[in-house]
């Protein structure tokens, strides 16, 4: 029973019967493991006490596990993201090696620049939300110091962060970073890629990478969600021109890589909401961004999935619902 313990860790420090249950452990033992001081209640979930995790630890010694101390949280949000990791991981696609590999990782904050307000990111137009941050000085500035991306850009060296540090430090530009509940980099077909040449500055693995990032919108406002967009299209500029040019949008076989905004509610009516709320913006919330894409799912429809698909393909055409989608005759953006 107290191998359950093992299952608390940095990333994942709040657990409840259900997630337990997923990652196939004794939901009953939760409680027996709370009667006798090892764990006590938070965020409607189960957290170690100090009792707790000495016994964590010195389980982790005994079965030669590496350890590594548990940070501070917010032991609602941890559980959340627990549990959609679960579910995705278990429900939504298998994706299983060799054919794929599929790389999560939770509570990722991706850092992105120039950090700007919400007024220098996106305005109200005539009632829909229009990107600016195109037109702010330092964008300018820093597509100036890096103009080469896209395919034209293959062969060359990738500036990288040296040089993105002497900007920052030229241009007196800051670094944001932009929070994800959950992020997925989906690698399809991994023994076709796997000898392809790893570039030295891709220091967030994107490259022959689908990517999808996972936004909870129950705990955030439209703004928020607005906030969100914009500050990934910065680190998708970033990555286009300064860690991998030539291929943040296009694998290593010249086929396209997703990116992928997944708006993650926890019920069906709440994502029908956030379907219709988000979907009326439309190809405004991912230009001049493209290619990009915006869908939705929901702890509700996971948690109803009974055979996960064989691949995100399959999930993302068959079991999300559709927001907003590049039009792939346009090039992509900046």
Request: charged share 30%; glycine share 6%; aromatic share 12%.
């Amino acid at each position: 029973m107290e191998q359950e313990l093992l299952l608390f860790e940095d990333k994942f420090p709040c657990w409840d019967e259900e997630t337990v249950a997923l990652a196939g452990g004794d939901a009953a033992s939760m409680r027996e493991l709370e009667e006798q001081g090892l764990l006590s209640e938070a965020g409607s979930g189960y957290v170690l006490t100090a009792e707790g995790e000495k016994r964590r630890i010195a389980l982790a010694r005994e079965s030669f596990i590496p350890v590594s101390p548990i940070g501070s949280f917010n032991a609602e949000k941890a559980l959340w993201n627990n549990r959609l990791y679960h579910l995705m991981d278990c429900r939504a696609f298998t994706g299983v090696f060799p054919m794929g590999v599929k790389e999560y990782t939770v509570d990722e904050n991706l850092p992105y620049a120039p950090a700007l307000s919400r007024e220098e990111l996106w305005t109200r137009e005539n009632g829909k939300i229009r990107y600016v941050w195109s037109e702010h000085r330092l964008v300018k500035s820093f597509l100036k110091r890096f103009p080469d991306w896209g395919m034209a850009a293959r062969g060359k060296p990738a500036p990288g962060r040296a040089a993105m540090n002497e900007w920052l430090a030229e241009s007196g530009a800051k670094t944001g970073t932009v929070n994800f509940n959950l992020v997925l980099r989906g690698r399809y077909d991994f023994e076709l890629y796997r000898t392809q040449e790893r570039l030295p500055e891709d220091i967030f693995n994107i490259k022959d990478a689908d990517r999808f990032f996972f936004l909870r919108t129950s705990d955030k406002s439209p703004e928020d969600v607005y906030d969100a967009i914009g500050k990934l299209h910065l680190f998708m500029l970033n990555q286009r021109r300064v860690y991998v040019p030539g291929y943040a949008d296009d694998d290593s076989m010249d086929q396209e890589n997703w990116t992928m905004l997944v708006l993650a509610a926890d019920t069906e009516e709440e994502l029908e909401a956030v379907r219709e709320r988000y979907s009326a913006d439309g190809q405004a919330l991912i230009e001049p961004a493209m290619p990009m894409y915006i869908i939705g799912t929901s702890i509700e429809r996971l948690r109803r999935m009974r055979e996960p698909k064989a691949n995100y393909y399959d999930w993302f055409g068959e079991d999300t619902v559709y927001i907003v989608r590049a039009d792939e005759t346009q090039p992509a953006g900046l």
